[in-house]
């Protein structure tokens, strides 16, 4: 099990930037697979992007791709989400997630609010 802490979040105009961190607590957070997912309002939480323990392969929601760039350092036990050219459809509650096998370890969230 880990803990994860997510900061970062805030308002933003559109076209803006804001990057994201997530703090996980314990030594065993280079075996995990890291993800970011989001909420928005009255809809469904949703894949964002992940990372692999390594950090050699990344995934990413189409609608996110050349926009947003998921990265970690495993030795400050650190990933992140950097969002740059932000629409208002970002807006969002976003959590950070660890997992072995599918993600079963979720931080908080952090509220991303990107107004028009």
């Known amino acids: 099990q880990v803990q994860l802490v997510e900061s970062g979040g805030g308002l933003v105009q559109a076209g803006g930037s804001l990057r994201l961190s997530c703090t996980a607590s314990?030594?065993?957070?280079?075996?995990?697979?890291m993800g970011w997912f989001r909420q928005a309002p009255e809809k469904s939480r949703e894949f964002v992007a992940d990372?692999?323990?390594?950090?050699?392969?990344?995934n990413y929601l189409t609608s996110v791709k050349g926009r947003f760039t998921i990265s970690r350092d495993n030795a400050k036990n650190t990933v992140s989400l950097q969002m740059n050219s932000l629409k208002p459809e970002d807006t969002a509650v976003y959590y950070c997630?660890?997992?072995?096998?599918?993600?079963?370890?979720w931080g908080q969230g952090t509220q991303v609010t990107v107004s028009s």
């Open positions: 990372i692999s323990p390594s950090g050699g392969r990344t």
């Open positions: 314990g030594r065993t957070f280079s075996y995990y697979n």
């Open positions: 997630a660890a997992g072995l096998s599918g993600y079963n370890n």
